[in-house]
C-alpha cells in the first residue's frame, strides 16, 4: 500500500533516496521506475509526476550530488586556513569527491557515460559557481601578494571548467586515487603561473597600485 506524506517534497525525495539505493546495488540498466516506485511506496503513475523517466531521475540525483559538494566548497573557500591551500581545495574536492563516489559504486559511471552530454547542462551552475569560489580566492591572494592574477573572475571561471574535465567517465585512470593525484599536479602546475614574484611587484600590479 503507499505511504502517505506531509508533503510533496517528502514523496520526491523518497523516490530520489529509493533510487539511488536500487541502481547502486542493481545498476542502471537493470532498474525499472517501477521498482523505483515501489521501493519509495507510490504508484508508478505518482512518480511520473515528479519524474519524466528514469534518466531523469538519475540526473535529479546528479543534481543533488553536486549541490551537497558545492555547500562544502563554500565552507573551504570561507575557511580561516592559508588562501592557497584553500584554493587549491576548492578546485580538488569536487574531484575527489565525485570520484570517490563513482569508484565506491561502480553503476554510476555506467550511467554518466550514456548520459554525459545531459549531466554537462545540469552541472552547468555548479561549474560557475565553483568558478566564483574560486576567484574570490584569487582575489584575496591578490590582495594578501601571495598571488598575481590579473583577471580573478575569468581565471576562476578557467579553473573550473577545466577541472571539470577531470570527472567521469575515466578513460585513463583506474581508481579514484589516480583521478585525484592528477589533478592536485595539474593544480600545482597553474598555480605556479599565478604566484607572485618574491618583490611582491607583479602583485602591486594586479592590485591596480
Known amino acids: 500500500m503507499p505511504r502517505r506524506y506531509d508533503t510533496e517534497e517528502d514523496k520526491r525525495e523518497r523516490i530520489l533516496r529509493a533510487a539511488w539505493q536500487r541502481i547502486r546495488q542493481y545498476g542502471y540498466a537493470k532498474t525499472?521506475?517501477?521498482?523505483?516506485?515501489a521501493d519509495a511506496g507510490i504508484a508508478k503513475g505518482t512518480a511520473y509526476l515528479y519524474f519524466r523517466s528514469k534518466s531523469d531521475i538519475m540526473l535529479a540525483l546528479v543534481e543533488e550530488t553536486n549541490r551537497r559538494v558545492l555547500e562544502e566548497l563554500v565552507t573551504i573557500?570561507?575557511?580561516?586556513?592559508?588562501?592557497?591551500?584553500?584554493l587549491r581545495e576548492v578546485m580538488v574536492?569536487?574531484?575527489?569527491?565525485?570520484?570517490?563516489?563513482?569508484?565506491?559504486?561502480?553503476h554510476g559511471e555506467e550511467f554518466v557515460r550514456s548520459y554525459k552530454p545531459e549531466i554537462v547542462k545540469r552541472v552547468e551552475s555548479f561549474v560557475r559557481t565553483q568558478g566564483m569560489l574560486a576567484a574570490a580566492l584569487i582575489h584575496e591572494g591578490n590582495?594578501?601578494?601571495?598571488?598575481?592574477?590579473?583577471?580573478?573572475?575569468?581565471?576562476?571561471?578557467?579553473?573550473?571548467?577545466?577541472?571539470?574535465?577531470?570527472?567521469?567517465?575515466?578513460?585513463?585512470?583506474?581508481t579514484a586515487e589516480e583521478v585525484v593525484d592528477f589533478a592536485q599536479r595539474t593544480f600545482d602546475l597553474l598555480l605556479n603561473g599565478m604566484l607572485a614574484p618574491p618583490d611582491g611587484s607583479s602583485a602591486r600590479r594586479a592590485r591596480g597600485e
Open 77 to 86: 573557500q570561507r575557511g580561516d586556513g592559508p588562501v592557497l591551500e584553500r
Open 93 to 106: 574536492h569536487r574531484v575527489r569527491a565525485i570520484a570517490e563516489l563513482v569508484r565506491r559504486h561502480p
Open 143 to 174: 590582495q594578501e601578494g601571495t598571488l598575481s592574477v590579473q583577471d580573478p573572475a575569468a581565471t576562476g571561471l578557467l579553473l573550473a571548467e577545466l577541472f571539470e574535465r577531470f570527472t567521469p567517465p575515466y578513460d585513463h585512470a583506474t
Open 32 to 37: 525499472t521506475v517501477a521498482e523505483i516506485a
